[in-house]
C-alpha cells in the first residue's frame, strides 16, 4: 500500500513512527485482499490541530486521537479512484498521552490508531455494542499479527 504521510506545522519527523504506520497499512492491505497500489494519506498532529479539525468535520469541540476519512466508501466504478481509500488524521500527543493512560508503549498505541483509522475507512464502525465488539476482534487481529498484542486482552479472546 502507498502511504503518504505528512507532518503539521511544528512536528518533528519520526521514521519509527513512520515504519509502524506503513507496517500497519501494509497488514490492513493484506488481511483484507487491498491492491498493492491502494493509497493512503496520513497526517500527524497535535492536540490543537486535531481539535480543529474534530470541531470543523464532526461538531465535536475537543480534541481525540484519531480521524478517519473514507474517500469512496467502495462505491466508485473508476479504477483510478477506488484505490484512493482515504485520509487520516492522529495526534501524536493524544497518543503518548492514551499509551501512558493505558500502560502500554507509545508504538503500540501509534499501531492501534492506524489499524483503528484504517477500518473505519473501510467502513468499520463502533456505534452499536456489536458493532464494537467486530471492530476490536478486527483491530487485535490484524495488531496482533504483527506483535502488538494487548497483555491485557489478547486479539484471540
Request: charged share 30%.
Amino acid at each position: 500500500m502507498k502511504v503518504a504521510i505528512q507532518y503539521d506545522r511544528g512536528i518533528e519527523s519520526d521514521g519509527k513512527v513512520e515504519e509502524i504506520i506503513q507496517k500497519v497499512c501494509n497488514e490492513v492491505g493484506i488481511v483484507y485482499g487491498l491492491p498493492d497500489d491502494a493509497e493512503m494519506s496520513v497526517l500527524l498532529c497535535n492536540n490543537e490541530q486535531i481539535h480543529r479539525l474534530n470541531k470543523q468535520y464532526r461538531q465535536i469541540d475537543r480534541p481525540t486521537d484519531v480521524l478517519s476519512f473514507a474517500l469512496n466508501e467502495g462505491e466508485s466504478s473508476d479504477p483510478e479512484e477506488a484505490k484512493l481509500l482515504g485520509d487520516m488524521v492522529i495526534s501524536l500527543e493524544r497518543a503518548a498521552e492514551q499509551a501512558k493512560e493505558y500502560g502500554h508503549p507509545y508504538e503500540r498505541e501509534i499501531a492501534y490508531l492506524t489499524a483503528h483509522s484504517c477500518l473505519h475507512i473501510l467502513g468499520y464502525d463502533h456505534m452499536t455494542p456489536e458493532d464494537k465488539k467486530e471492530m476490536r476482534k478486527e483491530e487485535e487481529f490484524v495488531l496482533g499479527r504483527l506483535g502488538y498484542v494487548r497483555e491485557d486482552a489478547p486479539y484471540n479472546e
